[in-house]
């Protein structure tokens, strides 16, 4: 059974820092890309960043552009994106997903779903 779990989440004031982690599980990590996406109340949910997890690739959102990177540690089958310049607008549930393609910064086909972490940027 595929799993992924967020956690890192919590509150920074604004120009803070968090690294969020993505812990997969129950397949093979590197035959699926890795994505995070962010949604806050009332709002729809947003493609942040996409890793093609087998040669590293990556893209990202352009609000996110310059302040956050995702990247992996393959051996322990882990995502992470480091949010630099927290932002009051930043503020989200943020999830992680695995899927087939990243469609630039959206990933597509997503096959599964973490529970999402909370990150709350006061200013």
């Known amino acids: 059974q595929v799993q992924l779990v967020e956690s890192g989440g919590g509150s920074v004031q604004a120009g803070g820092s968090l690294r969020l982690s993505c812990v997969a599980s129950?397949?093979?990590?590197?035959?699926?890309?890795v994505g995070w996406f962010r949604q806050a109340p009332g709002k729809e949910r947003e493609g942040v960043a996409c890793i093609v997890t087998f040669n590293g690739d990556t893209y990202y959102a352009d609000s996110v552009k310059g302040r956050f990177t995702i990247s992996q540690d393959i051996a322990k089958k882990t995502a992470y994106l480091e949010m630099n310049s927290l932002k009051p607008e930043d503020t989200a549930m943020y999830y992680c997903?695995?899927?087939?393609?990243?469609?630039?910064?959206?990933?597509?086909?997503?096959?599964?779903w973490g529970q999402g972490t909370q990150v709350t940027v006061s200013s």
């Open positions: 129950g397949y093979t990590y590197n035959t699926k890309r």
């Open positions: 997903a695995a899927g087939n393609v990243c469609g630039g910064y959206r990933l597509r086909s997503i096959s599964d």
